[in-house]
């Protein structure tokens, strides 16, 4: 019987191979990861909460990355939204950065000093270094000298290619805010990191004070870039609870971009009420009993409840007695 593979057939499949082994092989995109945890599952008001994690492009530590956090309470309002570095900030141009941010008055005159019941604004300078248009958030979180987040304002628009504008943000000082020294931090992104929406530059920040009395003007502005100093690909954000942080659980979105992959996370952590032993909203009998069984113990005794330590002072006594019977009855 005659073979079916004709010279010419040979031909041709010597023609495939030699090709074939011509033609590079295609690499895959690298692969971004980035991870997120917290320094405990829960918390009570006026803890601080560190957030803290690592980004990695085919497992090697990014260290010059940013990565945004934004953190909603359980009625889904944003707590606190910063981006911080996972080394030294980026060294390329980036597609919008923040040139300044500078408290001011409404007609956006340096200034910087606000009331306590007043408004407190704040004035950007931001370009778009991209050829092409680029949407944009952009926003201002203010902190207390004690590193609660107190306020929040933000911008969001499309910025045409090679444009530069100036945002006017505005924020209400409360009438019982902590007078001294604050921090205002500016960012851009892509959109809110809820959304998706990555980190377009580093963080700016600017410092004011809070007074209970007259304005004074600013001769000159403080504006500065935030750096954590941090290495191996890692970041961390630490802050404050509120003393009317709203209980139930939070949730943190971080996302990142780099080298033109983009990623995104998130992950939670609870609020608990003062007074709530057991964690399940409520404050009553079961959370007296529990009390009592750890009451007069230390860190080092066996039957210490951390969770009924609601001070944090390493003891369960007539103090921790004292702030489950002001809370009695109250649930989430």
């Known amino acids: 019987m005659k073979s079916l593979k004709s010279p010419l057939f040979l031909f041709f499949m010597l023609i495939v191979v030699i090709t074939s082994s011509l033609i590079p092989s295609t690499?895959?995109?690298?692969?971004?990861?980035?991870?997120?945890?917290?320094?405990?599952?829960?918390?009570?008001?006026?803890?601080?909460?560190?957030?803290?994690?690592?980004?990695?492009?085919?497992?090697?530590?990014?260290?010059?990355?940013?990565?945004?956090?934004?953190?909603?309470?359980?009625?889904?309002?944003?707590?606190?939204?910063?981006?911080?570095?996972?080394?030294?900030?980026?060294?390329?141009?980036?597609?919008?950065?923040?040139?300044?941010?500078v408290p001011c008055n409404s007609t956006g005159g340096p200034k910087d000093s606000f009331r306590r019941?007043?408004?407190?604004?704040?004035?950007?300078?931001?370009?778009?270094?991209?050829?092409e248009p680029r949407e944009m958030l952009i926003t201002v979180n203010t902190y207390y000298p004690n590193n609660v987040s107190f306020s929040l304002a933000s911008f969001k628009s499309t910025l045409e290619g090679l444009t530069t504008v100036?945002?006017?943000?505005?924020?209400?000082?409360?009438?019982?805010?902590?007078?001294?020294?604050?921090?205002?931090y500016g960012n851009a992104y892509a959109d809110w990191p809820s959304s998706n929406g990555w980190p377009y530059c580093s963080e700016a920040s600017a410092t004011f004070e809070i007074t209970n009395g007259g304005f004074f003007q600013s001769t000159g502005t403080i504006t500065q870039q935030t750096i954590t100093g941090q290495?191996?690909?890692?970041?961390?954000?630490?802050?404050?609870?509120?003393?009317?942080?709203?209980?139930?659980?939070?949730?943190?979105?971080?996302?990142?971009?780099?080298?033109?992959?983009?990623?995104?996370?998130?992950?939670?952590?609870?609020?608990?009420?003062?007074?709530?032993?057991?964690?399940?909203?409520?404050?009553?009998?079961?959370?007296?009993?529990?009390l009592l069984i750890a009451y007069g113990s230390s860190e080092e005794d066996p039957n210490y409840n951390p969770e009924a330590d609601f001070n944090r002072d390493g003891k369960v006594n007539y103090k921790d007695l004292y702030i489950l019977l002001v809370n009695y009855g109250k649930t989430a």
């Open 166 to 184: 100036t945002v006017m943000l505005c924020i209400p000082v409360p009438g019982d805010a902590i007078l001294g020294n604050s921090t205002a």
């Open 117 to 131: 019941g007043a408004l407190a604004y704040f004035k950007l300078i931001v370009t778009n270094y991209d050829i």
């Open 231 to 290: 290495v191996n690909g890692n970041y961390n954000l630490t802050f404050q609870l509120a003393p009317q942080a709203e209980a139930g659980n939070n949730t943190i979105y971080a996302t990142s971009r780099y080298y033109g992959e983009e990623i995104s996370i998130s992950t939670t952590f609870q609020v608990k009420m003062l007074g709530d032993v057991n964690g399940d909203g409520k404050v009553n009998y079961k959370d007296l009993y529990l």
């Open 27 to 101: 690499q895959a995109n690298p692969q971004l990861t980035l991870t997120v945890t917290t320094d405990k599952t829960s918390y009570y008001p006026e803890e601080n909460v560190t957030i803290y994690g690592n980004l990695t492009l085919d497992g090697s530590p990014v260290t010059d990355g940013l990565v945004a956090i934004q953190v909603k309470n359980p009625k889904d309002q944003t707590v606190t939204i910063r981006t911080k570095t996972t080394g030294t900030p980026p060294s390329g141009t980036p597609y919008v950065g923040i040139r300044s941010l």
